[in-house]
């Protein structure tokens, strides 16, 4: 679904990622992991266009490495990003309007987010709450819906644990485990390695810039255990 | 009583007009942050399309007031495209000063293309007619002004309420950049904006016409200039507040005007502006500083 | 002597002194060559330089801004011509005027000083309400007083005659002092900025919070950036007045303010040199547009006469200059780093040379 070749990422002169290949097949739930300022989120605003980046990126074996940013989520890229970036001044049931960009009836956008409330009943509490009023684990599952309200073709999420307390921690990664069940191609970026290695396929450990190994998670054993061997890194 | 009504209503409408004007810059601003002087120029546009339509289609006002309503839209749209969108991601100062320039190039050509001097352009003065209200003798136009402001002002808050493109215009201006990872045309919801500011620019033109009577090529100068004062006295790039400045301005100016002594008229304005810069020293920012994305971002 | 400046800064005199001998240069060419109302221009071409330069000593080392040049032109404009100007010559063109201002008359000195004095002091009171307001209100707050000054300008005929022209001033200045000044003007700006108050306050405007956390104290750096540009402003004001003999509330208003801004992005906001190239260019390329404006017959053909012509392509060079070149011909950098090139390029192996990133 996702083939990344020689990728290289550079904000302003300096240059975050260097010449890195990666591939999310389909149906996959793969993981980038690495500690901070490894170059993961930099990869995905390579991969969304927000970043000025180098190389060949194929989204369903077409290449959008020239694409613009609105292009690319049209072909049908979704991401939760970091720190989720609600609008949070729009209300809840505005957030997911705006996951609407490519319907074309309102009734079928309109069904599609009565699917989200029954998937997610505490949004539904909360339609018209000003989305900045919502709990960090409520952002998260807002960000996660309006995603994919698009149905895209692979989703990206970008550390969706960031700031939130463990329980919630475990039940937005039951969500994704959910979601892959479904089939939902995923993307995931995190630093949280026992929680990502829990729900992955595959594993790509990204330091420097550059992809330390990467594997099928079952290579891996436990996730904390290979984060500390890679990085020296505590988790 | 009868003072107090027609000073009132004199408020209202220097006020509405004020907003009109102010709420076209402060929309693209929200979105954009570039500061649009040349938003004075589209107005001027609206004024010269009169002189056009006149002489080229029909004198009949109410057709040449959709013209001017087109024309203004048009040129919105078309200095976005043309000028503003190398400028796009820049800081403040550069998409300034590029405004700046693009009305400096606009006033010239209405001087190159047209006339250094004023050109009639009495088809809206109709609009203009005293009218006695039981004791009451009060201008049409002021009403008009006053109820036709309300009305645009409800229309668009609408229209950012209910419609995708202005929902998305909302949250273009809490965080471009996610509405365009959301899949929104980056061009269509900012053309949408200048759309709009166009439309608005338009509607004040033509009361500004049914005033004046008359074309001239800084005529633009003076209402951007009232309309930049009132979006930062309200908060620049904050839509209420562009309308909470606007009306702000058009009761000082009127306030103003009924303290000073006669002799002093001519200091109204400096007035206002010392006014102004009290309202700064106080809230930097403007009263109603347009609401920030709460998140990582500084 | 050259201990208690810097690196930057003795380079700053190096660059200072290239930019002075191109003036000399150009003062030199007029009085070998040059006809007598060439020196009108020119003068005229220094006030601006003075202007632009002060311009750059606080927009374009603190990348913000402001419109009120114009106003604190005036201000010592008017202030210096109405000290220096007889008491004879001023009962007739300011009859009305009150406090006595029309009963004394002072040498150039002390009207200049004075003049000089009260538009500082008026820099200093401006400038502690602007250091506190963010870019735009920045911008607005100096429209705010150009307006204000501007209006009491036109409504104070008492003493300022409105629109209508101050006559009188007896010619003070000529080309040699109006060089002299711009020599000066362009060294002190070149070691502000270079200084280590310049320097913090080019790096508040490039990222202030991050200026801020290192210990810069934006709002007092800006301050003093303000306040010097007033004294340029000023010093052109009353170089104005005292060469032309009769001045009005006319040009200290936004069309001055436009031109010297478009000279100082043209050239590069960033730099001294940028502000003096810009002044230079686009004072030749107005002079050579103002005779196409009058419709001459260039090669036999008679062209039209087109007024607004030089305002049009005024706008058309700063719309192409923040489109293509927005930190303008010059970038960041200063004279003497396009001769470290050249040389630079000559020195292949000298592994030591100074390398001069824009």
Redesign the interface.
């Known amino acids: 679904m996702l083939e990344i070749n020689s990728l290289n990422v550079f904000h302003g002169p300096i240059q975050a990622v260097h010449d890195i290949d990666m591939i999310v097949s389909e149906g996959q739930c793969v993981t980038l992991l690495g500690p901070n300022g490894a170059g993961k989120t930099s990869t995905l605003s390579a991969i969304t266009g927000t970043a000025r980046a180098t190389g060949s990126i194929r989204l369903g074996g077409d290449q959008i490495a020239h694409m613009s940013v609105d292009d690319r989520s049209r072909r049908g890229l979704a991401i939760s990003p970091e720190g989720r970036r609600v609008f949070a001044n729009l209300s809840v049931r505005e957030n997911l309007l705006m996951g609407g960009a490519l319907y074309n009836s309102k009734a079928q956008l309109s069904a599609k987010i009565e699917q989200w409330f029954v998937q997610f009943p505490t949004l539904r509490e909360r339609s018209d709450q000003l989305a900045g009023t919502l709990s960090g684990g409520e952002q998260q599952m807002l960000a996660i819906s309006r995603a994919l309200l698009s149905n895209p073709r692979i989703l990206l999420l970008d550390e969706p644990s960031l700031g939130l307390a463990p329980q919630i921690v475990s039940k937005i990664f039951d969500i994704i485990r959910d979601l892959k069940a479904q089939g939902t191609t995923i993307l995931l970026v995190e630093q949280n390695a026992a929680a990502a290695v829990s729900v992955s396929d595959y594993v790509y450990v990204l330091n420097n810039g550059v992809i330390y190994i990467h594997g099928q998670t079952d290579q891996f054993g436990h996730g904390s255990e290979l984060m500390n061997e890679l990085t020296g890194v505590y988790v | 009583m009868d003072y107090a009504i027609q000073q009132t209503l004199n408020a209202l409408s220097f006020g509405a007009e004020y907003a009109l004007i102010a709420l076209g810059l402060a929309i693209v601003f929200s979105i954009m942050g570039l ?1 649009n002087f040349a938003h004075g120029e589209v107005v001027a546009f609206g004024g010269y399309s009169m002189v056009i339509t006149a002489t080229l289609l029909t004198s009949n006002p109410w057709i040449i007031m959709i013209g001017v309503m087109f024309a203004c839209v048009l040129t919105a749209v078309v200095l976005e495209r043309v ?1 503003f969108r ?2 796009r991601g ?5 998409g ?3 405004a ?10 209405f ?2 293309l047209g006339s ?1 001097r004023a050109i009639a352009a009495t088809q809206f003065i109709f609009l203009d007619k005293t009218i006695t209200i039981g004791t009451i003798r009060v201008s049409s136009l002021q009403i008009y002004e006053t109820l036709a402001t309300l009305v645009a002002i409800v229309v668009l808050t609408l229209f950012l309420r209910k419609t ?1 493109l202005g ?2 215009m ?2 273009a201006a ?2 471009f ?10 061009n269509r919801v900012i053309a949408g904006a200048f759309a709009i500011s166009g439309l608005l620019a338009g509607l004040a033109c033509i009361f500004i016409m049914a005033r004046r009577g008359s074309v001239q ?1 800084n005529m633009g ?1 003076d209402p951007v ?1 009232v309309a ?2 009132a979006c ?1 006295i309200g908060g ?1 790039g904050s839509l209420p507040g562009a309308v909470l400045g606007g009306f702000l301005l058009g009761v000082a100016e009127v306030t103003m005007l009924i303290i000073l002594p006669q002799s ?1 008229g ?2 109204a ?2 007035a206002v ?2 006014l ?2 009290l309202v ?2 106080w809230r ?3 009263i109603l500083s347009p ?1 920030r ?4 971002k ?1 | 002597m050259m201990a208690y400046f810097n690196s930057d800064q003795r380079k700053g005199l190096m660059g200072s002194a290239l930019l002075s001998l191109m003036i000399l240069a150009i003062v030199g060419a007029y009085y070998i060559w040059g006809e007598t109302y060439h020196a009108r221009i020119l003068y005229a071409t220094f006030v601006n330089l003075l202007v632009v330069v002060g311009l750059q000593v606080f927009t374009g080392n603190a990348n913000i801004t402001g419109f009120s040049h114009a106003a604190f032109m005036g201000i010592a404009a008017y202030i210096a011509a109405i000290c220096v100007t007889p008491a004879a010559m001023k009962l007739i063109s300011l009859p009305d005027a009150p406090w006595g201002l029309n009963a004394f008359e002072l040498s150039a000195l002390v009207s200049a000083t004075i003049a000089l004095v009260i538009t500082g002091l008026m820099g200093l009171a401006t400038g502690l309400i602007i250091v506190r307001l963010s870019g735009v209100g920045v911008t607005i707050t100096s429209i705010a007083l150009l307006v204000i000054v501007h209006s009491i300008f036109l409504h104070r005929t008492d003493i300022f005659k409105g629109n209508q022209a101050f006559f009188g001033i007896p010619k003070i200045f000529d080309l040699p002092h109006i060089t002299g000044l711009v020599v000066l003007a362009i060294f002190v700006a070149r070691l502000f900025r270079e200084s280590s108050i310049g320097l913090q306050l080019r790096a508040s405007s490039d990222d202030e919070a991050g200026a801020r956390s290192i210990g810069v104290d934006v709002r007092r750096v800006r301050l003093i950036a303000w306040v010097m540009s007033a004294c340029f402003f000023a010093t052109a004001g009353i170089a104005y007045s005292f060469f032309l003999g009769t001045i009005s509330a006319r040009p200290f208003y936004f069309n001055f303010v436009f031109l010297t801004v478009a000279m100082l992005i043209l050239g590069g906001l960033r730099s001294v040199t940028g502000a003096v190239l810009g002044t230079l260019l686009i004072t030749m390329g107005l002079e050579l547009v103002r005779w196409l404006e009058t419709g001459p017959v260039l090669i036999g053909v008679k062209l039209p006469q087109m007024l607004g012509l030089s305002g049009l392509l005024l706008g058309v060079v700063i719309v192409a200059v923040m489109a293509f070149l927005p930190n303008g011909i010059m970038g960041h950098r200063e004279i003497e780093d396009l001769l470290h090139r050249k040389r630079q390029k000559g020195r292949k192996n000298d592994v030591s040379s100074y390398d001069s990133q824009t």
């Open positions: 500061v000028a190398t400028v820049a800081d403040l100062t550069t300034l000063l590029t700046f320039g693009v009305s400096i190039v606009l006033q010239n050509l001087l190159l250094p995708p929902i998305a909302r949250a809490l965080d950049e996610m509405v365009r990872l959301c899949g929104f045309r980056a090529p100068f200039l930049f004062v930062v620049f002093a001519g200091l304005s400096a502006f010392s102004v810069a700064l020293i930097p920012d403007g609401a994305n709460k998140g990582d500084i």
